[in-house]
């Protein structure tokens, strides 16, 4: 008898125990494109936000006085807008207490509606449209800077640095894409280049010969290209095979990543990219190296370019909800948008409209197979 007592009572601790763990779990979500052409970003993204998940449980958290342990709600928008929204409608429903993403800018605005329709905080760490948080939603922010300082940064360097006269514009109708090129554009204009002609393609196409004819007509001394690294890198092949083997090329961070190395297939053209980020180089960011180091052993070759801020991300919200003793989006939310956290990639602390204090921007070239900084 004493024995049947003992199991039953075992079982009610096991019980017991298994209820609070339930009540104990807190799930963040995190969205990105991890099928389709941009699948190298997104499982980059999800990876940094695995990784601050599996750091933040081997530490240990406590919020409100109750340890904690925090669980990844991964979704896939295939950077396709109307997946994005599905998704965020998605995490909505879960009742996940925060959102890292989405990648894109094209997914990233229309799922910050959602969001903000059922108040769930967002931090995007890689979305640089400034609509974004020209919304008034107080529930976004950005981790990174925006395509105004990116666009304009390049511009000032054809200017300044290159010496560039003439430049021909394409983007890929996206909102990442359009809206970096536009800047571009104008702030070229403004400092005297002539922008001798402007095309437009997909974020899916993979044949350019049509656009960089009519664009080697108008013999440009640069070409900026508002898009992702799945089309920049046939672009750089196909610039070679018309002989614009001396013209610069310029991008956002969309192509700043090691995959165009691949992508470009060993076109002398990789060696004319500058390209722009939306924060420091890793050497340069306070915790970059060592994160790297710590990454690359756990992710082997798969790194592009935005997971350290999908890492800071996760930690940001967690703090924030840590500072509050609460997980409920309400309650932290406030704390969150007065929050200064010492990150992997900076000091971070946002602005009223939830844009990043003080971003940095980082311009790179190609240089024998390697992105290295510029500055």
């Not at 002609?197 to 997909?202: L, N």
Request: some cysteine; glycine content about 10%; charged content about 20%.
């Amino acid at each position: 008898m004493q024995v049947k007592l003992n199991v039953i009572a075992a079982a009610a601790v096991a019980l017991i125990a298994g209820a609070a763990s339930a009540q104990d779990v807190v799930r963040i979500g995190h969205v990105g494109p991890v099928s389709g052409p941009q699948a190298h970003y997104g499982k980059d993204n999800e990876n940094g936000a695995r990784m601050a998940i599996e750091d933040l449980n081997a530490k240990g958290v406590t919020i409100g006085g109750k340890k904690v342990r925090l669980e990844l709600v991964a979704e896939d928008d295939a950077a396709d807008p109307k997946q994005g929204t599905a998704a965020a409608q998605k995490l909505c429903d879960a009742k996940v207490a925060g959102v890292v993403g989405h990648l894109n800018s094209g997914t990233t605005i229309p799922a910050s509606a959602v969001y903000n329709q059922c108040g769930i905080p967002q931090i995007t760490p890689s979305a640089t449209n400034p609509k974004y948080s020209q919304q008034g939603f107080k529930n976004a922010f950005r981790l990174l800077a925006n395509d105004n300082a990116l666009g304009a940064g390049l511009a000032l360097h054809a200017v300044n640095n290159l010496k560039l006269k003439k430049v021909a514009v394409i983007d890929d109708r996206t909102a990442y894409g359009q809206g970096v090129a536009e800047v571009f554009a104008a702030t070229a204009k403004s400092k005297g280049i002539q922008i001798v002609d402007q095309q437009y393609t997909t974020d899916k196409a993979t044949d350019f010969m049509a656009i960089l004819t009519a664009i080697k007509s108008k013999n440009p001394d640069g070409i900026f290209f508002g898009g992702m690294d799945p089309q920049a890198g046939p672009m750089l092949r196909q610039m070679e095979q018309l002989g614009l083997s001396n013209v610069k090329y310029f991008g956002g961070d969309g192509i700043c990543t090691d995959k165009i190395i691949e992508l470009s297939g060993g076109a002398k053209t990789l060696g004319n990219v500058v390209c722009a980020e939306g924060g420091s180089s890793l050497a340069k960011m306070p915790g970059g190296t060592a994160w790297k180091a710590r990454y690359d052993a756990k992710y082997p070759k798969q790194f592009q370019v935005y997971s350290p801020y999908v890492y800071d991300a996760v930690h940001v919200l967690v703090q924030a909800m840590v500072d509050a003793g609460s997980t409920d989006p309400k309650v932290y939310l406030p704390k969150l948008a007065a929050i200064n956290y010492k990150g992997v990639t900076a000091n971070i602390s946002f602005e009223k409209d939830g844009e990043l204090k003080n971003p940095a921007m980082t311009l790179y070239k190609y240089e024998g197979g390697k992105k290295v900084p510029l500055n």
